[in-house]
């Protein structure tokens, strides 16, 4: 059986001022004002009655209740008249309760009003400078604030962090914003950055960490199918759609999820959707078929013996039998040294001739690439530029080192779920 709850560390008297912390309702999260009416050590509990809640249609009766002795604590000391400082974590005083948030640049303005931003809600307001207080924290029998304590639950999102921001629209996620963190602050709180912000609005906010998620996994991908779910690159922000069309040049026609508009989007714009759950990334379902290939069909075939792995070998789809594939090799010849080799392929090992991808500024060092060589392309990674046209190249499974020109080196992309994805490629706005 589990242990019963431990006694409080100390009981208020009847008549003492008190704060109640109610965990649930409309007041969660805020401290309201409150006299102990009565102690119930059997239940360790309090009877209260709140200093700003009446009970309706008694003429202003104040609102009795009972709560849980972990939920009160006494009533912090008078503040001092000093101004708040910026960012400071501070309770203002709105419909009864002193709710928490953090002030603002002026906080202790030659008019006496203090501008304090709610970063659970995303609310700013202004409160004449005796309805706020500094915040403090109530352990073990004594106050204490942010500053002298190290916060319980440390933050993901460190300064300089990347992450993305929701924006909202009756209370549901609508898109998500690139940001960057530039501050972190009391508790679950964060002071962000818009880096690619270019409207007249702001291009900081204060936000609680709920409103954000790390930026999704870094994998541009090459190609996309119709149905696919994406997220398109408007307006500052990544917004969930659809891919209803396939165009020239990399371009496709994206239904926008929130307003149903259609534009066309160019593929560096546009990326797979998932979604943050439960702390880690989920791809959002793909309507999508397996891959099929027929006579005639350009391919590229992997092997798993011995000496192989990590190379695609070109050639072309002969027939097809069941769930394999009569597949003639471009370079590999038959035991007559001259004759094409002819291989039945597993759909395990064949994938679609990967898109040609340009190279205009060259390769750089630990840019991941394929290499043709030995009548096949090989993973590897550059290891030093000799010159704009020349390169050598590390083959990390064989432990081995090459100089290739650049007319024998592509940029490396791998065949996953239906589409080419370039896991190393960041995209770029």
């Known amino acids: ?27 969660r999260g805020a401290h309201l004002p409150a006299v102990v009416a009565r102690f119930d050590p059997g239940l360790r509990s309090y009877a209260v009655e709140y ?11 104040a609102l009795p209740e009972t709560v849980p002795a972990s939920q009160v604590r006494p009533r912090p000391p008078p503040p001092s008249p000093a101004p708040h400082a910026e960012h400071a974590a501070v309770d203002a ?27 659970a809600t995303r609310e700013e307001a202004e409160f004449d400078l005796a309805d706020v207080r500094p915040h403090l924290e109530w352990v073990a029998g004594e106050w204490r604030s942010p500053e002298d304590m190290e916060t319980s639950k440390r933050t993901l999102y460190a300064k300089g962090t990347q992450i993305e921001v929701a924006r909202l629209e009756a209370d549901s996620v609508v898109a998500w914003f690139p940001a960057i963190v530039a501050k972190t602050i009391w508790k679950n709180n964060l002071l962000v950055e818009y880096p690619f912000w270019k409207g007249s609005e702001l291009c900081n906010e204060i936000i609680d960490i709920k409103h954000i998620r790390p930026c999704p996994p870094r994998a541009s991908v090459i190609s996309f199918c119709v149905n696919d779910d994406v997220e398109g690159f408007q307006d500052d922000g990544w917004w969930p759609g659809k891919i209803t069309e396939i165009h020239p040049k990399l371009t496709y026609t994206f239904k926008s999820a929130t307003s149903g508009k259609k534009v066309q989007l160019h593929q560096n714009t546009l990326r797979l959707r998932y979604d943050w759950t439960d702390n880690q990334w989920k791809q959002v379902a793909q309507n999508l078929s397996g891959t099929k290939f027929t006579g005639g069909d350009r391919v590229e075939v992997s092997s798993d013996e011995e000496g192989f792995h990590g ?15 009569l597949v003639e090799y471009d370079a590999l010849k038959d035991d007559d040294e001259t004759t094409p080799l002819k291989e039945t392929i597993g759909e395990e090992h064949i994938r679609p001739s990967p898109p040609a991808i340009p190279v205009t500024n060259g390769f750089k060092v630990l840019d991941e690439i394929d290499a043709y060589t030995n009548d096949g392309w090989w993973v590897g990674v550059i290891s030093e530029v000799l010159s704009n046209q020349k390169y050598k190249v590390y083959f990390k499974a064989y432990k081995e080192q090459d100089e290739f020109e650049l007319e024998q080196l592509r940029r490396h992309c791998d065949w996953v779920g239906g589409r080419w994805i370039q896991a190393s490629l960041a995209l770029q706005m």
């Open 311 to 325: 190379a695609w070998f070109q050639g072309t789809v002969v027939k097809s039998v069941g769930h394999k594939f």
């Open 1 to 27: 059986r589990a242990s019963d709850p431990a006694e409080p560390t100390e009981v208020f008297p009847v008549g003492k001022a008190v704060e109640v912390l109610p965990d649930e309702g409309a007041y």
């Open 51 to 61: 200093d700003a809640l009446a009970v309706s249609g008694a003429s202003g009766r």
């Open 93 to 119: 005083l709105r419909d009864g309760a002193w709710w928490l948030g953090v002030a603002l640049v002026g906080g202790g303005r030659a008019d006496g009003k203090v501008a304090v931003r709610f970063p």
